[in-house]
């Protein structure tokens, strides 16, 4: 019988374990695999295995540990992408932490460019608009608008109308509303894009794989 062996890297083992043991909600096992990569990597050229555990935590709310692992991957080289900043408000909308929503929302539109699939969720811009009008941070919302209609997000008559509603302090309309033209096309937050080059797709046994491998943001403004 002919056996064959082929080598597979850390970061191909690691992305589809840590993938499918998030898909069963089983975040500790995901932490485990993560963290043994993450010992065995001095630096990070990317935020893509970073992304799903930052997503998973901030899903569950633990924003301590999703910003602990942005920091950590900062730290050994890593630049956080849209994907990084949109994960991060999967925990901090719920919180209604809006001075950090505001951050990543504005990090994320930033580093989109023109054309890219990516958009944010209506409801999420709309929890933000609706937050900025009730600060009276006009300025802060103008700077919004303008940076989601030059990347094309919004489009020019969504821009007018957000730039009229902001100014109008006794309109009663939700955000929502003034979004609503554009919800078609919004196709949503987190969507991590596949690597340049060819990916391994692996069927790989999760009771085999817990038994075989030993497990090993402060809110910056």
């Given at each position: 019988m002919m056996m064959v062996t082929f080598w597979m890297s850390e970061k191909e083992y690691s992305e589809p374990v840590i993938s499918s043991f998030l898909k069963l909600d089983d975040i500790e096992h995901a932490k485990s695999i993560f963290e043994e990569w993450e010992s065995r990597n001095r630096y990070f050229r990317n935020f893509i295995i970073p992304n799903m555990m930052i997503a998973a935590y901030s899903r569950k709310g633990n924003m301590e540990e999703a910003e602990a692992i942005v920091n950590r991957t900062i730290m050994k080289g890593g630049k956080p992408n849209l994907w990084t900043w949109s994960g991060l408000?999967?925990?901090?909308?719920?919180?209604?932490?809006?001075?950090?929503?505001?951050?990543?929302?504005?990090?994320?539109?930033?580093?989109?460019?023109?054309?890219?699939?990516?958009?944010?969720?209506?409801?999420?811009?709309?929890?933000?608009?609706q937050y900025l009008k009730f600060n009276g941070d006009m300025e802060e919302a103008e700077d919004l608008i303008r940076l989601l209609s030059s990347k094309n997000i919004i489009s020019l008559d969504v821009h007018n109308k957000l730039m009229s509603w902001i100014k109008d302090v006794e309109s009663n309309v939700p955000a929502i509303d003034v979004l609503g033209g554009d919800s078609h096309k919004q196709i949503g937050e987190i969507s991590e894009p596949e690597e340049d080059g060819t990916r391994t797709t692996l069927t790989l046994s999760l009771k085999v794989l817990g038994c075989s491998r030993s497990s090993q943001l402060s809110q910056s403004q």
């Open positions: 408000l999967l925990g901090y909308i719920p919180q209604r932490n809006f001075s950090m929503v505001v951050r990543c929302m504005k990090e994320a539109v930033s580093i989109c460019e023109v054309g890219c699939k990516w958009r944010p969720l209506p409801d999420s811009l709309a929890a933000i608009f």
